[in-house]
């Protein structure tokens, strides 16, 4: 069974066009990630949400809005894309506890914008 | 703000080798730290972990020590094979971030490890 799924795995599209990416998890987990990962494989984080709540915008523009339907989902949706918006997109989970807690990362969705 | 930093790649070994990847660290709190590994096209997977000082995470034959006095957490194995050849990520998360416990990642760059037979 996967525990963080991602869909799509590969996205190609066009500048200006608006897409969204899924992501699942099944770890009975109440936090949830947003990565982006660049050309150079440098991982940063985005998002950060706990039981649907946002708790960490990393100064991600506002073309990027995560949205949390229940605690195992946290969908990516962005508007207006950009060239400088191709990478690899990852989502993670974990609980949120008094420590970090280990997350889990999902497969990743290679994003690229022509 | 947190930092992590590490030994930049490719770092080539031949099998069998001895294997070092230094990662430092800086943060104002009290961090968990971490060691991930990208294999080829997949996503990241946890390879060991510790959460306080003089802790040693242990997993597949890789080992780190949590060193507080040195700000360390360098990755270590006695043996390499081809299969270890990945991108090794030191991460850091803070205890007392904003975040209260869902703080993201604090990440080094990742050092390209390649193994030859």
């Known amino acids: 069974d996967t525990a963080v799924s991602q869909t799509p795995k590969y996205l190609v599209t066009q500048m200006g066009n608006d897409k969204s990416i899924k992501c699942e998890q099944n770890?009975?987990?109440?936090?949830m990630y947003w990565y982006k990962q660049d050309s150079k494989k440098f991982l940063k984080i985005m998002f950060s949400?706990?039981?649907?709540?946002?708790?960490i915008n990393e100064t991600v523009p506002n073309r990027f809005s995560p949205k949390s339907p229940d605690k195992a989902h946290l969908n990516l949706h962005i508007n207006s894309l950009e060239l400088g918006d191709s990478a690899v997109y990852f989502c993670a989970s974990s609980r949120r506890t008094s420590i970090q807690e280990t997350q889990y990362f999902g497969p990743g969705t290679r994003l690229l914008v022509l | 703000g947190d930092s992590v930093t590490q030994m930049e790649g490719p770092v080539t070994l031949s099998e069998e080798a001895f294997l070092t990847i230094n990662c430092t660290y800086t943060?104002?709190?009290?961090?968990?730290l971490f060691w991930y590994v990208q294999y080829p096209g997949e996503g990241l997977q946890l390879l060991l972990k510790a959460t306080k000082a003089d802790d040693k995470g242990s997993n597949k034959g890789f080992e780190a020590t949590y060193r507080k006095e040195t700000t360390s957490f360098h990755l270590e194995k006695g043996s390499v094979q081809v299969s270890d050849s990945a991108v090794y990520f030191c991460a850091l998360s803070d205890h007392r971030g904003s975040g209260g416990g869902a703080d993201g990642l604090t990440f080094g760059k990742g050092t390209h490890l390649i193994i030859q037979p």
């Open positions: 943060a104002t709190g009290y961090p968990s």
């Open positions: 949400y706990n039981n649907k709540e946002l708790i």
């Open positions: 770890l009975g987990h109440d936090t």
